[in-house]
C-alpha cells in the first residue's frame, strides 16, 4: 500500500493557461474525491467518482474544470483559462469499498499547490 | 446542508501540557466524524474516526475524542503535547444528509502551536 499520490506537488502557470493535475489512489479503492483548500481554510469538496463514474460535482466546479477516471483507476483535475482565484492546495482522497463502515474512511495525498500569476 | 464549527483558530500550548481542540457539527441525522492533522505544504493524515460503536475513540499519537450526541460535539484531546504535534487539526464530518457518496465537511482548522 503506497498510499495515494498526486502529481506534480507545485504548479506555477500564468492567467490563462491550462493545467492539468493527476491523482494516484490507493489500489483497490473505488472511491476517489477532489477538494480544494485556500489559504486558512478547510479542504471543500469538489466532486468525486466511483470507479469510473463521475456522480456529483461541487457548485464550486465551474465550468472551467474538469475531471475524468477513465479506466477507474488514476483520476486527472484540469482546469482551463486559468484565473487567479484558482490559486489553492488541490488535494485527492481515496476510499475503499468496504467492509462495512471502512468505506467512509478517506485517505488523503499530498496535494498539488497551484499559483497563478 | 452540514457544518462544522472549530471555536478556536488557534491554540498556543506548553509542551507536556494537555490539549483540548473544539468541534461542533450538525445535523439532524447520523453522521461519521473525523479528525485529521496537516503539517505545513503535505495533505491530510488521518487521527482518528468515529463511525458507530463507543463514544471515546482512539487514534494515532496518543489522541483520543469524544462523540456527544446531545451536544453535537467531537473535541480532541491529548493529556500531554510534545512540540511535534505542532501542526493544523481539522474536524470533519460526513454521512447523513450530505450526499456526494459520503463527501466530507470540514471545519476551518484549529492551529495548534506547541511551545517550550
Known amino acids: 500500500d503506497t498510499g495515494v499520490s498526486q502529481n506534480p506537488r507545485h504548479k506555477i502557470t500564468k492567467r490563462g493557461q491550462n493545467v492539468t493535475f493527476r491523482c494516484d489512489p490507493i489500489s483497490e479503492h473505488n472511491r476517489l474525491y477532489w477538494y480544494r483548500q485556500t489559504l486558512g481554510q478547510g479542504p471543500e469538496f469538489l466532486t468525486y467518482?466511483?470507479?469510473?463514474?463521475?456522480?456529483?460535482k461541487s457548485r464550486l466546479l465551474s465550468d472551467r474544470f474538469s475531471a475524468e477516471r477513465p479506466k477507474g483507476s488514476f483520476s486527472t483535475l484540469e482546469i482551463q483559462r486559468t484565473e487567479q482565484g484558482d490559486s489553492a492546495m488541490y488535494l485527492c482522497?481515496?476510499?475503499?469499498?468496504?467492509?462495512?463502515?471502512?468505506?467512509?474512511?478517506?485517505?488523503f495525498g499530498p496535494g498539488t499547490r497551484l499559483t497563478v500569476t | 446542508a452540514q457544518s462544522v464549527t472549530q471555536l478556536d483558530s488557534q491554540v498556543p500550548v506548553f509542551e507536556e501540557a494537555p490539549v483540548e481542540l473544539r468541534c461542533n457539527y450538525s445535523s439532524s441525522v447520523s453522521v461519521y466524524l473525523f479528525w485529521y492533522v496537516q503539517y505545513p505544504n503535505q495533505g491530510l493524515q488521518l487521527l482518528l474516526k468515529?463511525?458507530?460503536?463507543?463514544?471515546l475513540v482512539k487514534g494515532i499519537n496518543g489522541f483520543e475524542a469524544e462523540f456527544n450526541k446531545s451536544q453535537t460535539s467531537f473535541h480532541l484531546r491529548k493529556p500531554s503535547v510534545h512540540i511535534s504535534d505542532t501542526a493544523e487539526y481539522f474536524c470533519a464530518v460526513s454521512g447523513g444528509l450530505t450526499g456526494g457518496g459520503n463527501k466530507l465537511t470540514f471545519g476551518t482548522g484549529t492551529q495548534l502551536k506547541v511551545e517550550l
Open positions: 482522497a481515496s476510499s475503499s469499498p468496504g467492509p462495512g463502515l471502512a468505506r467512509h474512511e478517506q485517505y
Open positions: 467518482f466511483q470507479n469510473e463514474a463521475q456522480l456529483e
Open positions: 468515529y463511525l458507530s460503536g463507543s463514544t
